[in-house]
């Protein structure tokens, strides 16, 4: 079975705090994704990869960074954190190649950002 | 632009009885839908999907949605549900390589 895993269920953070949202998958994954999910809004895309030191914005990259060095591991990071930041983030991973490959998600980070 | 809409963000529903949950989309182009599970406190899960083919496509757990390109629907539907359907439903279109925009979700409370 594919596992996501991602390194908190949930966070509580200050104001204008660094982040570090952690992302592992263990299905060698090219593809990796990180969203935000808010009531009313579905899920909205932050960043992804398609491979290892490579990086795209999504729909509402600004107030993220992104970091992927290894293959299994994509890191979200808030440089400094907000409170309209407070929300459910959640990882993602699949396949590369031209034709829908399915994405396996993680459990979701709840960050509180106070 | 492309988006999906969902209309009803609550439905509330009996248990044994029928439901369906409504999708539409907004797409010039051809299209791949998915329908999405969430469960309480878990990560999303596919539940099914219509790449091509026949527009009827079905998950192993009862549930069915039809593609329907004239009304550009993709209604989820169950004849008879179960408490543990109980869950949030998020209906998914693929954009471009790898892209999925997601719906707002549909809230579905399964009553006993």
């Known amino acids: 079975d594919v596992k996501v895993t991602q390194s908190s269920r949930y966070l509580v953070k200050r104001t204008g705090e660094k982040v570090f949202l952690e992302c592992v998958q263990d299905?060698?994954?090219?593809?990796m994704f990180w969203y935000r999910q808010d009531p009313g809004l579905g899920l909205r895309l932050i960043y992804f990869?398609?491979?290892?030191?490579?990086?795209e914005k999504g729909d509402i990259p600004e107030g993220y960074s992104v970091s992927r060095e290894k293959k299994e591991r994509f890191s979200l990071i808030l440089e400094s954190a907000s409170t309209n930041q407070t929300s459910m983030y959640l990882c993602a991973s699949s396949w590369g190649g031209r034709i829908y490959n399915e994405q396996f998600f993680g459990p979701g980070t709840r960050l509180t950002v106070l | 632009a492309q988006s999906v809409t969902q209309l009803d963000s609550q439905v509330p529903v009996f248990e044994e009885a029928p439901v369906e949950l409504r999708c539409n989309y907004s797409?010039?182009?051809?299209?791949?839908l998915f329908w999405y599970v969430q469960y309480p406190n878990q990560g999303l899960q596919l539940l099914l999907k219509?790449?091509?083919?026949?527009?009827l496509v079905e998950s192993i757990n009862g549930f069915e949605a039809e593609f329907n390109k004239s009304q550009t629907s993709f209604h989820l539907r169950k004849p008879s549900v179960h408490i543990s359907d109980t869950a949030e439903y998020f209906c998914?279109?693929?954009?471009?390589?790898?892209?999925?925009?997601f719906g707002p979700g549909t809230s579905l409370s399964v009553i006993p």
């Open positions: 219509y790449l091509s083919g026949s527009t």
């Open positions: 998914a279109l693929k954009t471009s390589y790898d892209k999925v925009i």
């Open positions: 299905m060698d994954h090219e593809n």
């Open positions: 990869s398609y491979d290892v030191k490579m990086k």
């Open positions: 797409s010039s182009v051809s299209v791949y």
